[in-house]
């Protein structure tokens, strides 16, 4: 981890640490570039083998689809065998820890009244004349989670796709889950029930983004697509936007903690590995005015990291992303934390509310020592779907209007518009829209 | 302009005129692309076009720029040039008819006034042991507005872009436009002051757009692009989104028009044509129950294209995308339109209101007789910039939420945290995340 001192380093520098490489940036490692080189013939660039696996699914469907998750996840299967079988949702909540199942329906609700709150209404507003404008705040019909199912299983990311958009009003939520030796997590398929998922398929990667964007035989088209996934299925993602909409391309996942001389450093470095623990490419990151505190952070990210059962996984990451910054004060700290626009924000300080104000660009902000960043992730009810790589600057974490659209209304009179009607027609001709001006002067003839 | 009866040719031809070809499916024609040959020395596909000027702009900024203006724009520039001085603006007012910079500045109050009125707050709400959850609602920092400036000059689609963003608190909007003989229309220039445009530079097409999301020299780097644009600037809003946000992607214009036996076939003809006087690639359609309103109809939209200045335009639209369909009853159109999902809709029937909560998918409603397109396009207040080729089933208009973002806040005490720890553990541990039950268990630990 790498320990550094703003006043020495100089501001650029420090800008120059918390810079994230673009998500598409990212280096395969060798091995799986040597597996994708074998499985396709030629050594194509992560983007290449997408837009390819994306237009094979486009073109032929279920067959590519079938095709790609035996290449890629190892499972035979027929069309009929994609979809998740009642039976196998019994044998899911028969597998399953009750206790579990117990903590995952209190975060659902959790999850489900925090995202209550942030319904908007359709509206409507009055002008001259009897006239009325507004805007019709409409759910999704069909929406498409992906959930990925590598190394770990994520029931809580179900919860916190699903939820948001049952709570819009969206008619169907499906879910697509790579297979793991053709099974699906039991909490996955829990989790499914629980949010109100309608139909759950056996396919992951890029290939299960393209048929969600196109629908196959097997796979119904959705009109979105959310959740988070590896470099392969963000491309995809990327790939399809614009036949469908879709949340946010996201990176690996990122904390920020600002402290001040109050924090508690055991907390502080528990926090870091929380993310670190993630993906080795996953990057933790303090900003403090206290020399003391940074050191003794140091300290207890090495003695906690001794005792992880993700401890490899964790050291990767420290090592490559680790950062602690002394920053002259805290304002230069929230400047840091600014420019990162860090996914996770923690404010460990005396005051945290008074900081809240100035934090421009954050995914999720956490205030206090009592607000870890896993209260966030499982429980609170805010969502976890955050941005990443900086994207805080212009991305929203997941909620409810991801999954609404707005539609204008416009209503005028015959007085109304006989007002309006002398600038419409000049607006328009200035344009050199003749025809515009005319479907305003016609009505005015009418007159 | 083709005429169909529903009945007769049953609901799936129907379903399958109303299908929109993909944005990216538009062919391009021999000319531009025998044009783009020659400058690339290899035929291209747009995708491929794109991606190389993008990837030469973001690597070689300025110098990038002003080759492809010189090349496309026909403009030899240095970068000092770009930008838009004090002096061409006070040019344009000078030059501008005042009668039209009134009518500009009417519109931009309707259209502040509108988006007001759609603003969000950031919120908190409480929870139990003193515990505070909630969401910041933040205006972006940085816009960038591409305004197309080709055949025809749009001031109104400055308005629609900028307005919005100067509402929602955005500190800094920067606008391009493609110069035309190394100018820029003097109305596009008061509009641009008259809604808050901070800098306007004379750059167009997929290179502005690579400009605007990695930043050059002289073009400072954005958070989000919107604006319309051709099938280049629409591509290259692709390929940088995720680098920077963009608001959607668009394509030719459209109108339906559901209409019952009290439309006046005058209006709703001439309503079609202004839309089909945009671009041969426009749509529009007539969706009917009245037999008699269809032919009427027809007949109008032939006498009242002989009168049109852009006659070669709107026919080359009426003859290739130009539709009526007749439906058995309204109930079929509505699910007709709802299928088709188009930019704007009017609902020229005997009460229009009736019919708006079942309208789905549009971008844009206008109800009744007196609420035509044009005033929507220029004057009411609601936005223009809307979604195209059915992605109204997804996409919102433009609008304030367009350059917002969110960002979850939450604050637990040290009792709302003790009485959730035991789920967030258990959570935690279910999918194997031991540092995240780690940084909860140490709390505990400490009270």
New interface residues.
Partial sequence: MKIINAKEAGKDEIFRLLKKA???EVELSPKIREANKKLFGEDLSPAELVRRIVRDVREKGDEALLSYTKMFDGVEALASDLIVTEDEFKAAEKEA?K??VA??S??AANIRR?HE??K?NS?I?Y?DHG???G??V?P??KVGIYVPGGT?????SVLMNAIPASVAGVKEIIMTVPPKNGKINP?VLIAAKLAGVAKVYKAGGAQAIAALAYGTKTIPQV??ITGPGNLFVTLAK?EV?????IDM?AGPSEILILADKSA?P??AA??M??Q???DPLASSILITDSLDLAEKVAAEVQI?LAA???KEI?EASVERNGLIVIAEDLEQGIEFANYSAPEHMEILTSA??EI?PK?????????????????????????HV?PTGG???????L?V?TF???????????A??KE?S???V???E???????????K??KF?Q
């Fill in positions: 673009p998500f598409d820890d206790e579990v903590a995952l209190r975060a925090y709150e942030q908007p509206w507003t002008r006239s009325i404008l805007q019709s409409i999704l019909d770990a299983a994520y029931p809580s909490y009109d979105k990327k936007f614009g036949a469908v909409d391309l508690d055991k907390l528990a926090d590995l929380s670190a623990e993630h906690q992880l059962p993700r964790a945290p509310f809240l934090i421009k660009h954050a995914g999720a902000v956490f205030l206090g020592s009592y607000s870890p960043e896993p209260l966030g992730d499982y429980f609170a009810g805010p969502n955050l994207t805080a600057r212009f991305y929203s974490v909620n209007e609404l659209k707005r539609t204008s209304i416009i209503s005028y009179t015959e109304a518009l309006a002398d600038d419409i000049k607006l328009a200035s344009e050199g829209l003749e025809a515009h001006a005319n479907a305003v016609l009505r009418l």
